[in-house]
């Protein structure tokens, strides 16, 4: 049986809402989803996180974006807000040929650190992304030669080196991977099976040639988050060229070319010579979820995890998204079933 290695504090983010197009809509990445994924694999032994201290998580991000984070809601002003909002994106065609500063007011600092006005930030938000990074490493510490499961939440893929966003705040893929390089594997794999690019993780690695990204999800260039990343010519730069591999699907792709698509990862992992993986387990490219098109079914979703399961290698799976409440929990179980088959 797969062990499931959870934290106290996943619940404590309540992301309030999230603002899209100017409009506040009720958020998707609720505390409800850890309920869902624990009563469905309530008969499987649970493991509590183990608290760590900060050296794998500031080799992933900048200093500057973790003191942000863990700061910024104590620092928040009197707005008539309930929630950490930017409003302001201090993005490249702003600066021109301008040094990027630390705004003295914190509601204009908000935008330098997140990138968009779904993933707001409230009074225990600090609290579950902390608390996911250490079910991350506790999952390192723990996963032998096995597999292990752990229950992140928030999730983390979309998180870069500076900036946090697409409901995610830390990126807890990204910490584990870095975690397996620092327990002796020279090549580790990330591969992330979640509906959509993980722009946060590819970022992390990108000049990297010592952990290999492998993605499949909805094709940003057909219209899907996160839009600017995600485009199969993007293969890594310097060390890092051929330790990237995107693979873009469109909407509608259903089991078939999607199982077609984790054989080729699964093929490049191989080649790749990873001695450990880990996988960014979202379950939203299933049919029911309200997130994607890629219309993948719960069988297809235990097959994928044969398919990965039979590189054999120490594994840790990581919790990103999925959405549909009642099919989550059964969702991550048949992945998992598939892994340990
Ligand atoms: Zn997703």
Known sequence: MIRVVRSTHARDHVPG?????????PGTEVPERVDAIES??????????????????????????????????????????????????????????????????????????????????????????????????????????????????????????AAYGGSCYLNNAAVAAEALRRAGHERV??????????NGTQDVFYARGDVLYASLHVDSGAGWFPHYAGFAEETGIGAGKGANLNIPLEPG????????AIMRIVQQVMDYGATAMVISLGVDAAADDPESPLEITRSGYFRAGELLGALAIPTVALQEGGYHLPTLGPLVRATLEGLEH
Not at 17 to 25: D, K, M, Y
Not at 189 to 198: E, S, W
């Open 17 to 25: 809402a999230e603002i899209w197009l100017g409009t506040t809509t």
């Open 189 to 198: 794999a990330i591969v992330d099976i979640d509906a959509h690019h993980g």
């Open 253 to 260: 792709t259903g089991d078939m070319r999607w199982l077609d």
């Open 40 to 161: 469905a694999l309530a008969d499987w032994p649970t493991i509590e996180a183990v608290s760590h201290g900060d050296d794998v998580l500031l080799a992933v991000h900048d200093d500057a974006l973790v003191e942000h984070l863990r700061t910024v809601w104590d620092r928040w002003g009197d707005y008539g807000v309930d929630r950490v909002t930017p409003y302001l994106f201090p993005t490249a065609g702003m600066l021109g040929d301008l040094p990027m500063r630390e705004p003295s007011a914190v509601h204009g600092a908000a935008g330098r650190y997140g990138y968009d006005t779904m993933t707001l930030i409230g009074p225990g938000t600090w609290e579950a992304a902390r608390g996911a990074v250490d079910v991350a490493l506790t999952c390192v510490d723990e996963v032998g030669e096995g597999v292990i499961y752990g229950l992140t939440r928030p999730p983390g893929h979309h998180v870069t080196r």
